[in-house]
């Protein structure tokens, strides 16, 4: 059963970073975009991608994430990599949490952000992903 957990984890991770890069992507665009016809398809296409993908993936991330611990806590729970990747994982919701108020900004036309720094903003999940994968892989601590 492990490893079937295991890997609906690392499917529903996949499917979390693949929303958590597109979904500051659309930021950018909104935020260049001047005309009502581009910036209203922006706001259905942030909408749907965090209610659709990005909500359901980090649900599914953290329950699954959660299930594999239940199953060895001390495995887990004892190892310095594994602790300092919670810790990231409670910052990266964080982060998903930062794009819904972005989100609701921008659908209120009330953006106060720049396209330059929604690509600073979109860089940010791939600093996440590179720490995570590096610590659960090499687990260097």
């Known amino acids: 059963m492990y490893k ?3 890997a609906f984890h690392v499917i529903s991770v ?5 929303a958590l890069f597109y979904l500051p992507r659309l930021f950018v665009y909104h935020a260049m975009s001047e005309d009502q016809i581009s910036i209203e398809r922006f706001k259905i296409m ?3 991608l965090y209610r659709g ?3 359901p993936s980090m649900v599914a991330t953290v ?3 959660l299930w594999l611990v239940s199953m060895a806590p001390q495995a887990y729970l004892s190892q310095t990599w594994f602790q300092i990747k919670a810790i990231l994982v409670v910052l990266l919701i964080g982060y998903h949490y930062m794009c819904l108020g972005h989100m609701k900004k921008l659908a209120n036309d009330s953006n106060d952000k720049s396209h ?3 690509r600073l903003f979109n860089e940010v999940p791939v ?3 590179v720490a995570i994968v590096i610590l659960v892989i090499v687990q260097p601590f």
Request: glycine content about 4%; proline content about 0%; some cysteine.
């Open 127 to 129: 600093l996440f992903l």
């Open 116 to 118: 330059v720094y929604f």
């Open 63 to 65: 329950v699954l994430g």
């Open 46 to 48: 942030q909408r749907k």
């Open 53 to 55: 993908i990005a909500n």
């Open 4 to 6: 079937w957990v295991l």
């Open 14 to 18: 996949i499917c979390w970073f693949a």
